[in-house]
Structures are given as C-alpha cells and as structure tokens.
C-alpha cells in the first residue's frame, strides 16, 4: 500500500465517502464533512470549530497529507482554516487516540451561524513529499492524536 483513504474507527457504517479527484489535472482530493455541523461567528466562540471527515489516511515514510481550504470557502461562506493549512504526518494514522481521524479545523468570520450539511465539500487533501536535514536525528514515535504533539504524546 503506497497512498490512501479508509475509513476511520466507528465511522464504517455512517455513509461515509472515500475523497476523490474532480479532473484528471486536479492535485487535491476532494474531503467532506461526514456530519451536519453548524459553525458559530467568531465573535461567539474564540476556537475553531473541528469538522469531522470521517476518514484516515496512510500513506510512504516520506509523505505527509496537506488540508487545505476550497477556494470558494473564504468567498461564498466566510470560512478560513484556524492553522492557514493542515498537516498530517504518516505516524497519525490508525494513532490510539483516534485512529488518525481527518478533521478540518475552521473560523467563521460573518456574523451569522454556517451550516455544513453532511456529504458537503469542506476542503482538499494533496498527499506531498518532504525532506530532512542532514543532520536530523529524531527518534519520538507519536503515541497520540490531533494535537498530540503539543502535549508531549510522543516517546
């Protein structure tokens, strides 16, 4: 297995869709939300508001997967992601937390409530390459999930 999607632990039986590629040129597969959620003004909630996708990613040594925003999304609905883009590192998938659970983390910047329907396009997955130093010498193994590494879940 090189690169993919699966659906996440307790979400199997929830109607939930693998992301797939619009064109034959695009570099994004498209995510949706696997739930209805309704997403607060800013001026409400000082948090993000996370979206559920309902799926996990695996994918080589040397890849991460990049979520980012629709185009349409800052435009037609006032929707910005929390972190600009999001990463997933390969250690996040199938993590005991939360099985490496996908999830989109938004700010609504109107001032009225956003509803996102379930089955509905939140955002794009682009698997990538990266590169180390020369000198690079982590040996941490993540034992955690979203936001793990911010609390020294790792050894």
């Known amino acids: 297995m090189k690169r993919g999607f699966k659906i996440a632990k307790g979400w199997e039986n929830k109607n939930i869709n693998l992301p797939q590629?619009?064109?034959?040129?695009?570099?994004?597969?498209?995510?949706?939300?696997?739930?209805?959620?309704?997403?607060?003004?800013?001026?409400?909630?000082?948090?993000?508001?996370?979206?559920?996708?309902?799926?996990?990613?695996?994918?080589?040594?040397?890849?991460?997967?990049?979520?980012?925003?629709?185009?349409?999304?800052?435009?037609?609905?006032?929707?910005?992601?929390?972190?600009?883009?999001?990463?997933?590192?390969?250690?996040?998938y199938e993590n005991k937390d939360n099985d490496g659970h996908i999830m989109f983390a938004y700010y609504n910047l109107s001032e009225k409530e956003i509803i996102i329907k379930k089955g509905e396009r939140i955002g794009q997955a682009i698997f990538q390459k990266y590169l180390k130093t020369d000198d690079d010498c982590t040996t941490n193994i993540r034992t955690g999930g979203f936001g793990s590494t911010d609390k020294n879940s790792w050894k």
């Open 21 to 92: 590629r619009k064109t034959i040129s695009s570099a994004g597969y498209d995510i949706e939300a696997a739930e209805q959620i309704t997403i607060p003004p800013l001026t409400k909630i000082k948090k993000p508001t996370l979206v559920k996708t309902g799926i996990k990613a695996y994918m080589q040594e040397d890849e991460y997967l990049m979520l980012v925003n629709r185009s349409s999304n800052p435009i037609k609905k006032d929707l910005v992601l929390a972190n600009g883009i999001g990463i997933v590192d390969k250690d996040y």
